[in-house]
């Protein structure tokens, strides 16, 4: 059973671009959370989405970045007109549904690293 | 506002020794309270978690210690060794179906010497 794909593992790009991250969780997993970590920090959650919904976006800015989750292929983030203070590590993390359980673990990828120059 | 305040921000000790890690939260909302292993180029790994209602919990190596009232928790590890050298995150969430969004700690860099 792979574990949480994350790819690429590392993006360049320039001022303005767009940036696409792209997320698989892991089989049978239907929760996926984004979080971000900047250099010497915590991750910091962003976003919450099971499949085609969003469920909580609180940590996400509200402009130029987005998230999905659709019904067949992974999960994206898109960020887009990047700007140099979005460089940072762009972690995914997939859970299984919980059947009401509380704080079903989750489980993390390696992370996207987005510099952007 | 940071919800968890983590310390200290690095640690070094000698090969069997045991390093203290220090997290205290502000949010008495907060029900879980996992610490995350993190290794250079790599996702965190989830080490041990407690819940409110258990003082101590004890895996292998590493033991959490929960005091309630003072809105506190730490991680010891045992018999601590090189291989154990990395970043801890401690973290905590609140209750809620579905939901697995963790408020982390800065985390706290541990170098295990030989």
């Known amino acids: 059973n792979a574990g949480v794909m994350q790819n690429p593992r590392h993006l360049v790009r320039r001022r303005g671009q767009e940036a696409r991250l792209r997320c698989s969780p892991m089989k049978g997993h239907s929760h996926v959370y984004w979080y971000r970590q900047l250099p010497e920090e915590g991750l910091k959650f962003m976003v919450y989405l099971q499949k085609e919904n969003i469920i909580d976006e609180s940590g996400m800015p509200k402009e130029r970045f987005s998230a999905e989750f659709p019904k067949e292929g992974p999960s994206i983030l898109r960020i887009q007109q990047v700007v140099r203070g979005d460089s940072a590590a762009y972690f995914c993390?997939?859970?299984?549904?919980?059947?009401?359980?509380?704080?079903?673990?989750?489980?993390f990828g390696q992370g996207t690293r987005l510099t952007v120059v | 506002q940071q919800q968890v305040k983590q310390s200290p921000q690095s640690l070094i000790v000698q090969k069997g020794g045991i390093p203290i890690i220090n997290c205290a939260y502000e949010n008495t909302a907060f029900d879980y309270f996992p610490w995350y292993q993190q290794f250079p180029g790599k996702g965190p790994a989830l080490l041990i978690a407690?819940?409110?209602?258990?003082s101590e919990k004890k895996e292998g190596r590493f033991t959490i210690s929960f005091n309630k009232s003072a809105k506190q928790f730490s991680l010891h590890i045992m018999d601590s060794q090189p291989g154990d050298s990395a970043t801890y995150f401690c973290a905590a969430s609140f209750p809620g179906a579905g939901s697995y969004q963790l408020t982390f700690g800065k985390g706290t860099k541990l170098s295990v010497i030989p």
């Open positions: 993390a997939s859970s299984p549904p919980n059947g009401g359980a509380r704080n079903t673990e989750a489980f």
């Open positions: 407690i819940r409110p209602d258990v």
